[in-house]
């Protein structure tokens, strides 16, 4: 009864992980995430996180040092399953805004869910695995308050808004050989509510205030194929140690097809006036309409990578001593429609980015800090929003490290790791009125298990 026992506990923890992020949202004032889809929350694994971003040409599950995580941005990884993995994660996010024109600068501290993921062999002699889960895609939330005059007198307008885009997905990943091949699908839907209020401060004439505000819900389904390949580049054999070095190449490419996503939208356009209490009363309704129906297109993206990497084999097992990785992703965001209309504030965006991974002595039994994967990254580019028309530069640094709860030499049928990131990252440069810098720690857990394991005592 101990292997139900603690797999049911496992299984019951996670869910309740799902009702959690299902409810959490993000407290973050940032004046981003008023265009397009919002700030989109880099949906990554946090092993991916700290090494820049990589997520093509990564995979794990095979060595006995790194552990088995979910790579859900590359279903073609899933074939390396070999035990029933649980992967989640939090992620805490801490911006502060500089604006040149008007002068100020604005914080904001927020924790939300990053994902959580389930991973699992269907066959393992046939390297046929499954994965499915739930991840934020992006977050809008912002309150920004101008003032202006217009004919002798101050106006002031307060745009507000709030939702995101989330994803529901699952997937398949096969292995012939050297070459592997996903598919993930699943179901893309979330909401944008924004508002504009106007109202004339200290005039001597009596305006009614106004207030135009709607609310669009979208979802649809959605697909992502994945494809890696592998092979070794070289191989040393050590006869005094009696173990093998192996020196592999992986190349992976991933590809999310364009989304047209059905919507509702209800509009209202009103006028209103404050309480005594301060709270909201509406006056007359300009216009109302409710089950507005229309379509958001979200557009295509595409990532391609290399990972080289170095293995030893030992009569202790399977390790990986380093890997290093170089990928490119790019995404056309010029083909964005909310209801047919384009946003003039996007434009196609790209990165570059630059990871590493390496465990200083993955077979040392009495250090535990050799055990250890460390993580490093770069990450450069351009943002898809371009607000004030010059575009928005983003760069990054990251780092992190996995840390195995057991030790290799006790692995049996379960183990766990914890993985930790930290990036600190700038959107915006000199030619921007606005600019942006972060700072972002991910903590997540890896958790395996073998179920359905025959007992052999009652």
Known sequence: MRLVSTTTGRLAYVVSFIFISLQL??????????????????????????????????????????????????????????????????????????????????????????????????????????????????????????RERVAG?????????????????????????????GLNTGYTFGKKEISTKKTFLNDTVTYYQSNTSSLTNFGNAFAQIGVQYEFSVGKKENKATKSTENYLLRLGATASLKQNLNATQSLDRETFTVGTSGNYVAIDSIEKRDNIKGTVVLPASYDAGIMFRKTVVSNSGLFELWSVGLEYSTTQWNSYRFYGSPDASLNNSWSLKLGTQFSPNPQAIRSYLSNVNY?????????????????????SVSFGAGFPIRKWRAYETQFTVIQTGIQFGKRGSSVNNVTENYLQVSLGFSLTDNWFIKRKYD
Request: proline share 3%; charged share 15%; aromatic share 12%.
């Open 375 to 395: 993580r490093f990254g770069i990450n450069i580019g351009k943002d898809y929003i371009n607000a004030d028309g010059n575009g928005l530069k983003h760069a």
């Open 153 to 181: 007198d101050t106006l002031g307008t307060s745009y507000e808004g709030s939702g995101g885009v989330n994803q529901a997905f699952i997937g398949i990943g096969k292995k012939w050989k050297n070459f592997s091949i």
């Open 25 to 146: 949202t993000a407290q973050v004032n940032s004046p981003f995430s008023r265009y397009g889809i919002g700030n989109l929350t880099g949906s990554q694994h946090t092993i991916g996180r700290s090494m820049g971003g990589l997520q093509a040409a990564y995979a794990d599950g095979m060595t006995n040092n790194v552990g088995q995580s979910v790579n859900f941005n590359n279903p073609a990884s899933y074939n390396s399953f070999y035990m029933v993995s649980y992967d989640l994660a939090l992620l805490l996010d801490s911006r502060n805004l500089k604006s040149n024109n008007p002068s100020g600068t604005f914080s904001s501290v927020y924790l939300i869910p990053s994902y959580v993921a389930i991973g699992m062999p269907l066959n393992k002699a046939k390297r046929l695995g499954l994965a499915f889960g739930l991840r934020p895609v992006s977050r809008i939330n912002y309150n920004v308050i101008t």
